[in-house]
């Protein structure tokens, strides 16, 4: 079985959609060149992300877009045999949701509405209720935006969907508080690249994960797009530079040798987990 060519990009994006939509088309033009099946564009690649996480957008904020709307069907055009992830602001009613479309050619494959979220990004957005995984061209996937990773029952919960691959979307600034110089060192790069490197391996699963780079208002982006393998081990990265990570990966073969002796979802003991619901501090909710 030949494997699957894929990409996960770091690039800056902002509120000019023109400029956003000619970007995606270098990317996606790129990618197709090289080879690649599946492309995983950053959370908010369509009209950019906050200028800041202090709860106040300062400039009305990203564009609230029509999932069913021009811009969504341009991304597919744009997509056409790609299977093609990207982040933006949906409009649906009064509200505005951070989401992740997946398209193709043939139009959306797959939707999900970030459920969690961090600082003072509900000011602006309203949570998501749930993670789905769904079947593509390229196998059946799950996607999550940016802190949603940060709680392992999102991807478990996508594993136990079915998903072979997890695709997330982020907008993953550096520390505020205590910046290091070289991105590179940030601690907030290392916990995004642990985080993507935990939820792979826990769930033995392929991940990819996009990312913004470059700035935005007051926020500095960590870059480090990479793909990882189901045990745990990234196989291309972009570091904290834009760019596009590629690999090449047979998914029925690394899901299968990841988890013929120790099968993560096979040996779960579901009855010996706390099904009682926590809050922070608390006991931990069982996610079966």
């Not at 910046?179 to 769930?203: G, I, K, M, S, V």
């Amino acid at each position: 079985m030949s494997g699957l060519r894929m990409g996960a990009v770091a690039a800056p994006f902002d509120r000019d959609l023109a400029g956003d939509f000619a970007r995606i088309e270098r990317l996606v033009a790129g990618a197709r060149d090289a080879g690649v099946r599946l492309l995983a564009l950053p959370e908010a690649c369509l009209g950019g992300y906050l200028l800041s996480m202090d709860g106040d957008p300062g400039d009305g904020g990203p564009p609230a877009l029509d999932p069913d709307g021009p811009e969504i069907r341009r991304l597919a055009a744009i997509a056409g045999d790609m299977v093609v992830c990207a982040g933006y602001c949906e409009a649906a009613g009064a509200n505005r949701y951070n989401a992740v479309v997946c398209v193709h050619g043939d139009g959306v494959l797959g939707h999900h509405r970030k459920v969690h979220q961090p600082l003072s990004e509900d000011a602006l957005f309203a949570p998501g209720e749930a993670f789905e995984a769904f079947d593509t061209p390229v196998g059946r996937l799950g996607m999550m935006i940016c802190y949603d990773k940060a709680f392992p029952e999102s991807a478990r919960s996508l594993a136990l969907a079915g998903a072979e691959i997890v695709v997330c979307v982020s907008a993953w600034p550096a520390s505020r508080t205590d910046p290091a110089p070289d991105l590179a060192d940030d601690r907030w790069t290392r916990r995004f690249d642990l985080f993507d490197r935990a939820r792979a391996l826990e769930n033995q699963v392929v991940w990819l994960s996009a990312n913004q780079s470059g700035t935005f208002g007051s926020l500095r982006f960590v870059g480090s797009a990479k793909i990882v393998d189901p045990g745990g081990e990234v196989v291309a990265a972009t570091g904290v530079t834009g760019g596009t990570a590629v690999a090449e990966i047979d998914i029925r073969r690394a899901l299968g040798t990841a988890r013929r002796s120790m099968g993560h979802l096979r040996d779960r003991r579901p009855a010996a987990y706390n099904r009682d619901a926590g809050s922070a501090g608390g006991a931990v909710g069982s996610w079966g």
